[in-house]
């Protein structure tokens, strides 16, 4: 079946640094979503990307989806206290309508 | 606005009782799904629902039940609870249109 998997699987930066997390999928998605979960909270939809290529912002967040449409990376620029949290991406496949969720990354700030 | 509502939030069970998690969603969503989450492996899809009458397996689907028979409510029936149940189970649902997930608070729950 298809599987997404995201790495790293924990990611601890200073204050201020970058961080990024890559997605990885074995089948080709429709679609790439990603999710953000605080700690002791449920996931909350970010943003959702749909087209081959495509770039996305949100503030400090940029989002890309690969050109073959099975990979995706979040990049956070700067990070602050309140970006801690575990990123989760997710996809169907085509003409699927199960979401699989990759394993997460989790990211801790050292203020 | 409500969104999608779980009970219980906390629960203790002895193994081999039987226990439903409510998941109610007031959105008219068509699709509703079932995750649970343990530590290092994300949330994985235990069953999901595309209308009122319609359920079907996940990744993993043993040792749970569902219904559908309307679409506002999503039960997860756990018939004979295992230590192996213990983890935070997530109610989720979705329109058919976006894809975007709504997800419930959760329910921890563990199985002594």
């Known amino acids: 079946g298809q599987q997404v998997m995201q790495i790293p699987q924990y990611q601890h930066v200073q204050e201020g640094e970058d961080f990024t997390t890559y997605c990885n999928s074995s089948?080709?998605?429709?679609?790439i979503q990603w999710y953000k979960q605080r700690p002791g909270g449920h996931p909350v939809f970010l943003i959702q990307?749909?087209?081959?290529?495509e770039v996305k912002k949100q503030k400090r967040l940029t989002f890309q989806f690969g050109e073959a449409k099975k990979n995706s990376s979040l990049h956070i620029t700067a990070t602050q206290t309140t970006d801690v949290g575990t990123y989760f991406c997710?996809?169907?496949?085509?003409?699927?309508?199960?979401?699989?969720f990759g394993t997460g990354t989790r990211l801790t700030i050292i203020p | 606005n409500a969104g999608v509502t779980q009970t219980p939030k906390f629960q203790v069970l002895k193994t081999g009782q039987s226990m439903t998690l409510q998941c109610a969603q007031d959105?008219?969503?068509?699709?509703m799904s079932w995750y649970r989450q343990d530590p290092g492996m994300g949330l994985r899809l235990i069953h999901y629902?595309?209308?009122?009458?319609?359920?079907d397996q996940g990744e993993v689907p043993n040792g749970y039940n569902v219904s559908r028979s309307t679409t506002e409510d999503f039960p997860l029936r756990l018939l004979s609870a295992a230590p192996s149940q213990t983890s935070v189970y997530f109610c989720?649902?979705?329109?058919?249109?976006?894809?975007?997930?709504?997800f419930g608070e959760g329910s921890w729950l563990t199985v002594v």
């Open positions: 989720a649902s979705r329109s058919g249109v976006r894809n975007t997930i709504y």
């Open positions: 089948t080709t998605l429709s679609n």
């Open positions: 990307l749909v087209k081959s290529g």
């Open positions: 997710a996809g169907p496949g085509f003409g699927n309508e199960k979401l699989t």
């Open positions: 959105m008219n969503h068509e699709y």
């Open positions: 629902s595309v209308g009122a009458g319609i359920t």
